[in-house]
């Protein structure tokens, strides 16, 4: 059974840190695409990083400069360390894990909470 389990989410001022982490269990995480989304209440859930398995990355442009994806394969390990943190950051975060081989393959975290506020 394929589980991604977040943890790292909770209660920061705005301009602090926060670093999520997201293991993915079941499977072989060296071959997924690990993604972060984020879904703020009454928004769609929206992109926010992606990290490939040659660890190219991509950034929203609203997260570009503050955030920065990694990932650690022995730990089979995705994070999400977020710095100078915004009140319009606050949301449920997810971690996504995705790979083709012959079909897709879409894994989804039950998400974490975070919340940036004075």
């Known amino acids: 059974q394929v589980q991604l389990v977040e943890s790292g989410g909770g209660l920061v001022q705005p301009g602090g840190s926060l670093r999520l982490s997201c293991a993915l269990s079941g499977t072989l995480f060296s071959l997924y695409t690990m993604n972060w989304y984020r879904q703020a209440p009454g928004n769609q859930r929206e992109f926010v990083a992606a990290?490939?398995?040659?660890?190219?990355?991509n950034y929203a442009d609203s997260v570009k400069g503050r955030f920065t994806i990694s990932r650690d394969n022995a730990k089979n390990t995705v994070y999400l360390q977020m710095n100078s943190l915004k009140p319009e950051d606050t949301a449920v975060y997810h971690c996504n894990a995705q790979r083709w081989e012959r079909r897709p393959y879409d894994y989804w975290g039950q998400g974490t909470q975070v919340t940036v506020s004075s």
């Open positions: 990290i490939t398995t040659t660890t190219y990355t």
